[in-house]
């Protein structure tokens, strides 16, 4: 079956940083859009970032700065680099890769529909 594993979640106090990992299970993430969302205790999931294909990316308003996306597609695995965490930032963060693939096409924006989820890896920041 077709599926992602985070990791790299853990607790660590504001300020500081994590470094959360992808790794596609079955298949490759060549040519896919790979998204982070986060769901936080009693709020809805929310996106954090998004990698097209081409490599452009894009940020929610509240990590823009601190959070970065990046591929290696020659280790098949997506990061996802948090710095300067703050308490607000503790959540259930899920990695999503698209179901579909292209090379120039623009998935991101409609990647929670049609994409592959993992389990989620939790951050805490502590005050």
Same mark, same amino acid.
């Given at each position: 079956?077709?599926?992602?594993?985070?990791?790299?979640?853990?607790?660590?106090?504001?300020?500081?940083?994590?470094?959360?990992?992808?790794?596609?299970?079955?298949?490759?993430?060549?040519?896919?859009?790979?998204?982070?969302?986060?769901?936080?205790?009693?709020?809805?999931?929310?996106?954090?970032? +998004?990698?097209? !294909?081409?490599?452009? #990316?894009? *940020?929610?308003?509240?990590?823009? /700065?601190?959070?970065?996306?990046?591929?290696?597609?020659?280790?098949?695995?997506?990061?996802?680099?948090?710095?300067?965490?703050?308490?607000?930032?503790?959540?259930?963060?899920? +990695?999503?890769? !698209?179901?579909?693939? #292209?090379? *120039?096409?623009?998935?991101?924006? /409609?990647?929670?529909?049609?994409?592959?989820?993992?389990?989620?890896?939790?951050?805490?920041?502590?005050?």
């Amino acid at each position: 079956q077709l599926h992602v594993v985070e990791s790299g979640g853990g607790m660590v106090q504001s300020g500081g940083s994590l470094t959360l990992s992808c790794v596609p299970s079955g298949f490759t993430l060549d040519h896919r859009a790979i998204g982070w969302y986060r769901q936080a205790p009693g709020k809805e999931r929310e996106g954090v970032t +998004c990698i097209e !294909s081409s490599g452009d #990316t894009t *940020y929610s308003a509240s990590v823009k /700065g601190r959070f970065a996306i990046s591929r290696d597609n020659a280790q098949n695995t997506v990061y996802l680099q948090m710095n300067s965490l703050k308490p607000e930032d503790t959540a259930v963060y899920y +990695c999503a890769v !698209s179901r579909r693939v #292209t090379v *120039y096409g623009v998935i991101c924006p /409609g990647l929670r529909e049609s994409a592959y989820w993992g389990q989620g890896t939790p951050v805490t920041v502590s005050s």
